[in-house]
Nanobody, 116 residues
Framework: QVQLVESGGGLVQPGGSLRLSCSASGSIFSFASMGWYRQAPGMQRDMVAVITKNGIKTYVDSVKGRFTISRDSAKNTVYLQMGSLKPEDTAVYYC??????????WGEGTLVTVSS
């Protein structure tokens, strides 16, 4: 069974940086895409960044120029480098992996808090 484990969350000041990691139980190239989503209390889960099997990257407008998604196939790991963090970035960040057809996997989430 596919397992996704996130790490790297924590408390940072506005303007600071964090790098989140998502380790998969198998090859990341077995998935059509992998990505990061975030959810604040009482809010819906929102896509932040996605990378497809062939390396195409997509970001939500609010993080363009600040966040970078990347991968290390040898480690079966996807990263989210977050810079210039803002209080509105505060959320639980979830790793997501999708396979064809109709398969969707989630990690348990890691909390990012941006505050002074």
């Amino acid at each position: 069974q596919v397992q996704l484990v996130e790490s790297g969350g924590g408390l940072v000041q506005p303007g600071g940086s964090l790098r989140l990691s998502c380790s998969a139980s198998g090859s990341i190239f077995s998935f059509a895409s992998m990505g990061w989503y975030r959810q604040a209390p009482g809010m819906q889960r929102d896509m932040v960044a996605v990378i497809t099997k062939n390396g195409i990257k997509t970001y939500v407008d609010s993080v363009k120029g600040r966040f970078t998604i990347s991968r290390d196939s040898a480690k079966n790991t996807v990263y989210l480098q977050m810079g210039s963090l803002k209080p509105e970035d505060t959320a639980v960040y979830y790793c997501n992996a999708r396979s064809f057809p109709n398969l969707n996997y989630w990690g348990e989430g890691t909390l990012v808090t941006v505050s002074s």
